[in-house]
C-alpha cells in the first residue's frame, strides 16, 4: 500500500511547507532498509515497478551496508553508495531489530559473502514472469505449506538480487516467519515492493549527497509521514 500524507497535512496550516527530513549516515542504523533512486540508471527496473528506486540495500553496521550488485553480494560504505544514486530513502522498523537479530544479521551476510553469493542476473531477466506466476499459484503455495510439515525457507541461495537479498535477510533473521515467507518470497520482490511494504520498515528520512539537494517533488516520500511522526501522533 502506498504511503498517503493525509494524516500529516490535516495536522499542518495551509501556508505550512513541509520540508523533508534529512538523516546522516550515522544516523543510519543496523536493519535498517536503504532504498536508492536514480532518474538517470536502472530504467528497466523502473519500466518494470513503476517506480525510480531502483536498488535496495540494508544497513548491516554503522556506516556500512549489505548489497548484491555487480556480480556479488558485498559489503560498501554508506559513502560510497550514495555517491552512486541520486538519493537514498531510509525505512526503518523500530520494533523488529533487537541485538540478536543485528548479530544474526551480520552472521547471514557474512555467510554469503565467504560462499562468493553473486548477483543473480536470471532472476532479474525472469522477475516480471516468476513474480507473475507466484502470485498465480500463491494459495497452492501456502495449501502445500500447512498440509506437510513445515521447513525453514532456503535463504542461503547462490546469488541474489538487491531487493532480493534483503527480503532474504528478513527471513533469516526470523522478522519473516516461515509461513510469512511463502508470501514473502524474496526472487518476487523489487525494491518498489520493500518501499510498499511496512513489513521492511516505515520511511524515516533521505541521505542526500550533498547540502541543498532538493528531493524531486514526485518523488514516493516527498510527503510522506514520517515515522517519528507518526509515532508522535500516537502519543
Known sequence: MRRTALSLCLSCKPEEVILPKTLNVADVMPGDVLLCRSDYSGASVTEVTGSKYVHAAICVRQGYAAEASGHRVKEIEIEKLLNEYDHIAVLRQPDCW?????????????????????????G????????????????????????????????????????????????????????????YEPSTLSPSDLADDFTFGIFCGYLIPYSGYIIPEDDEYSAAPRLDEIFENKT
Open 98 to 122: 533487537s541485538p540478536r537479530r543485528v548479530n544474526k544479521l551480520q552472521s547471514f551476510i557474512d555467510a554469503a559473502i565467504s560462499r562468493k553469493a553473486g548477483f543473480n542476473c536470471d
Open 124 to 183: 532479474m531477466r525472469t522477475f516480471e514472469e516468476r513474480k507473475k506466476a507466484h502470485e498465480e499459484n500463491l494459495m497452492d503455495k501456502l495449501r502445500e505449506f500447512f498440509e506437510q510439515t513445515p521447513v525453514d525457507p532456503a535463504v542461503d541461495c547462490k546469488s541474489y538480487f538487491c531487493s532480493e537479498l534483503v527480503a532474504a535477510a528478513h527471513v533469516a533473521v526470523g522478522i519473516i516467519e516461515p509461513s510469512a515467507a511463502v508470501v
